[in-house]
């Protein structure tokens, strides 16, 4: 499914971004609402998702993280023959699916209070922060590939 916005303007100035891109032309429409979720940023790096999970075990939720991709998905397993008079909480299988930036890693998960908790850190490799390039000095000679002053006349 596309969307009503054109990106190809972008595409003209822009190098590399066409993952990005990707991503927005083929958002979903409708979003699925279950289970309900937190994404919340403790600082520049630093990332926690908390989905409500109320009915599932940690034996009933699959965490799964692939490149650029986290993916957590839960089936609770029936105990037993119980008959239910009623039956209000919301127990049905799940898949939820987050797109992750580049070198984002999945430090820890816990399920507290029917709460599951999922730990992300960007860690951008040393070669791929910002550096500061130096220019060298010239001592008055010219350079390789440097044009010169043009002489005078005497």
């Given at each position: 499914m596309r969307t009503a916005f054109d990106f190809s303007p972008l595409y003209r100035s822009s190098i590399g971004f066409d993952r990005i891109f990707n991503l927005l032309e083929n958002a979903p429409q409708a979003a699925e609402t279950w289970?309900?979720?937190?994404?919340?940023?403790?600082?520049?790096?630093?990332?926690?998702?908390?989905?409500?999970?109320?009915?599932?075990?940690?034996?009933?939720?699959?965490?799964?993280?692939?490149?650029?991709?986290?993916?957590?998905?839960?089936?609770?397993?029936?105990?037993?023959?119980?008959?239910?008079?009623?039956?209000?909480?919301?127990?049905?299988?799940?898949?939820?699916?987050?797109?992750?930036?580049?070198?984002?890693?999945?430090?820890?998960?816990?399920?507290?209070?029917?709460?599951?908790?999922?730990?992300?850190?960007?860690?951008?490799?040393?070669?791929?922060?910002?550096?500061?390039?130096?220019?060298?000095?010239?001592?008055?000679?010219?350079?390789?590939?440097?044009?010169?002053?043009?002489?005078?006349?005497?």
């Amino acid at each position: 499914m596309r969307t009503a916005f054109d990106f190809s303007p972008l595409y003209r100035s822009s190098i590399g971004f066409d993952r990005i891109f990707n991503l927005l032309e083929n958002a979903p429409q409708a979003a699925e609402t279950w289970p309900p979720y937190d994404i919340e940023r403790s600082d520049e790096n630093t990332y926690r998702v908390t989905i409500a999970v109320a009915g599932f075990s940690e034996d009933d939720l699959d965490i799964s993280h692939e490149p650029n991709l986290l993916i957590v998905s839960g089936e609770r397993k029936e105990q037993g023959t119980v008959e239910y008079l009623h039956r209000g909480l919301p127990v049905r299988p799940f898949t939820r699916r987050f797109e992750l930036a580049d070198h984002m890693t999945v430090t820890g998960a816990s399920l507290n209070n029917g709460l599951l908790t999922i730990d992300l850190v960007r860690e951008v490799p040393e070669e791929m922060k910002p550096r500061r390039i130096a220019i060298p000095k010239q001592d008055g000679a010219p350079k390789a590939g440097q044009v010169e002053k043009p002489k005078q006349a005497a």
